[in-house]
Nanobody
Framework: QVQLVESGGGLVQAGGSLRLSCAAS????????VGWFRQAPGKEREGVSC????????YYSASVKGRFTISGDNAANTVYLQMDNLKPEDTAVYYC???????????????????WGQGTQVTVSS
């Protein structure tokens, strides 16, 4: 079964940090474009961070740039989203997603993804 499972969400005070994990099974994550997205109630899904196809360079939405960091562990078949200096407006369900076809550069923030995880809740209080 091809599956993505997010973990690491929780409740944190403003200014705190969380690290989200996205573990892949049934396929090798390294060969896919990977993105992190979030969706708050009543709002559209927003691309947060991703890695461009082939170059592996990170891209971030303006709202999280400088606070979030995307990374990966090929051996663990896992990608991470380190979230620092969290703000209440970061509250959302966070999803990881993958697409096998090539996505270049910052287009990975808005591309159509094929496989999605179930999401993990992040709540930032203040």
């Amino acid at each position: 079964q091809v599956q993505l499972v997010e973990s690491g969400g929780g409740l944190v005070q403003a200014g705190g940090s969380l690290r989200l994990s996205c573990a892949a099974s049934g396929f090798t994550l390294n060969y896919y474009t990977v993105g992190w997205f979030r969706q708050a109630p009543g709002k559209e899904r927003e691309g947060v961070s991703c890695r461009g196809y082939s170059d592996g360079r990170p891209y971030y939405s303006a709202s999280v740039k400088g606070r979030f960091t995307i990374s990966g562990d090929n051996a663990a078949n896992t990608v991470y989203l380190q979230m620092d200096n969290l703000k209440p407006e970061d509250t959302a369900v966070y999803y990881c997603a993958t697409v096998y076809s090539g996505v270049y550069g910052s287009a990975c923030l808005t591309a159509k993804y094929e496989t999605w995880g179930q999401g993990t809740q992040v709540t930032v209080s203040s």
